[in-house]
């Protein structure tokens, strides 16, 4: 669209005065809220915590029912053995990932506390449920071995590229 068709769509008025992107953000409201009363019911998560921006965290809170009383689950950078692409810390609810890829993903950018939002969002999604339980049974610790193995590929494959310039 052309500049001018979006300042007109975004001073466009009802009959009654609101603005468009009211009417806008009404309708996801709505939508929303069918959403939640369609039948489908999420289980609840722990809710995310510090390393994850702000305006994901708020996404995930309004889309699944968060556990009430549990301490969040944060995401963090720390130097880990280069064989490792992330680690947990059940007992501080924590997922660590490899600072040693952190330049990689990053491509360059500057690190901060929530940085890396995709990444990070993508490893709460992955991983939330193993806190909810004490220990990892066989089919999870399989996963998280699976898991491993295709992030290390992945992190050493962004590394390549990093140093070929690309």
């Not at 690190?111 to 909810?132: C, I, R, V, W």
């Not at 071995?145 to 590929?153: E, G, N």
């Amino acid at each position: 669209m052309s500049p001018e068709v979006v300042v007109a769509l975004e001073d466009a008025r009802d009959g009654d005065g609101r603005l468009f992107t009211e009417y806008l953000t009404d309708g996801e409201t709505t939508y929303r809220e069918a959403r939640k009363t369609s039948g489908t019911i999420r289980k609840p998560v722990i809710p995310p915590g510090k390393g994850i921006d702000a305006s994901v965290r708020e996404t995930i809170e309004e889309e699944l029912p968060l556990i009430p009383g549990e301490d969040p689950i944060s995401v963090r950078w720390q130097t880990l053995d280069n064989s490792a692409f992330f680690e947990l810390d059940r007992e501080n609810r924590t997922i660590h990932l490899n600072q040693n890829y952190r330049a990689a993903i990053l491509g360059g950018r500057k690190g901060t506390l929530n940085d890396a939002p995709l990444l990070k969002s993508l490893m709460y999604l992955l991983l939330h449920q193993l806190f909810e339980k004490e220990y990892s049974g066989k089919r999870e610790k399989d996963n998280l071995q699976l898991w491993q193995a295709v992030m290390v590929s992945a992190a050493r494959a962004e590394l390549e590229r990093v140093a070929d310039g690309e």
